[in-house]
């Protein structure tokens, strides 16, 4: 088989305040990218700076992870919000993350939406159009990562803006591709070694295995492992371990594609 790589990424800087998520330092070791809280559905402006001056550090590339104005509900919340909200939402998340990376010599890789609005969005054309806008209007060379086989991947390639397909280490799927919601017993997975198993068959052969059995068939650029659970960093890891020993290369997204 020809050398194959993609993109390990995992949400950090969730705190808020004196509140921790998560250990991102022990994560950072396992992963090429990060999607580092912008302060809508969490983070704030102390731990936006040192998590891009911890990623900085490490040589893990930076994403923005945009969010609904939803602190209390962690973003995952759906919300009736307008097309131009959202828009405005985006880039305003966008602006204070690129700050500081300026900060700290570095810039943003990519942008990823968060919870609900990643989910809606998937699903609804005027949403990620929205979001695709946004990341355009950025006048910057910013890619948009969102679900494989998602309505991000047609508004991006309209706005001639580059996709990266998105697929989850610890997340149940559908049969048609999208991901079993939180609400359902099964759609988060904390056995690290079924984890890891799955993201080697997604990259090597194209191919995840939905709740009902069926096999979907996609091609990720980049693999999430969420930095918010118990068993992040043992998952991250093991997953970075089995997808070594398949032969893959682990590199940043822009390496990638």
């Not at 939803?70 to 204070?96: H, K, T, W």
């Not at 943003?108 to 806008?133: C, E, F, R, T």
């Not at 070594?244 to 290369?249: N, R």
């Amino acid at each position: 088989m020809s050398c194959v790589s993609i993109d390990m990424n995992s949400d950090l800087g969730e705190g808020f305040g004196v509140w921790e998520m998560g250990d991102d330092a022990a994560v950072l070791s396992s992963v090429s990218s990060a999607n580092i809280a912008c302060g809508y559905h969490a983070g704030d402006p102390t731990t936006m700076r040192e998590t891009v001056k911890l990623c900085a550090e490490r040589g893990v590339a930076i994403g923005a992870h945009v969010s609904y104005p939803d602190l209390v509900g962690f973003g995952r919340r759906n919300m009736n919000c307008s097309p131009q909200e959202v828009y405005d939402y985006c880039l305003y998340q966008i602006g204070a993350l690129s700050a500081f990376c300026k900060a700290q010599g570095v810039r943003i890789q990519h942008v990823k939406p968060h919870g609900a609005l990643y989910n809606q969005a998937a699903k609804d054309k005027k949403l990620a159009d929205a979001i695709v806008s946004a990341v355009a209007d950025t006048k910057e060379e910013i890619i948009l990562t969102g679900l494989a086989g998602s309505e991000f991947e047609g508004a991006a390639a309209s706005a001639g803006v580059k996709f990266a397909a998105e697929a989850f280490a610890d997340r149940a799927y559908n049969k048609d591709g999208s991901l079993v919601p939180r609400s359902t017993e099964g759609s988060v997975i904390h056995d690290a070694a079924l984890a890891a198993g799955r993201v080697v068959q997604m990259v090597t052969k194209g191919t995840v295995t939905a709740s009902d059995g069926t096999e979907i068939q996609f091609r990720p650029d980049t693999i999430c492992l969420h930095g918010d659970t118990r068993e992040a960093v043992e998952m991250a890891s093991a997953v970075c371990r089995a997808l070594v020993a398949a032969g893959v290369e682990i590199k940043p997204l822009r390496e990638v594609m």
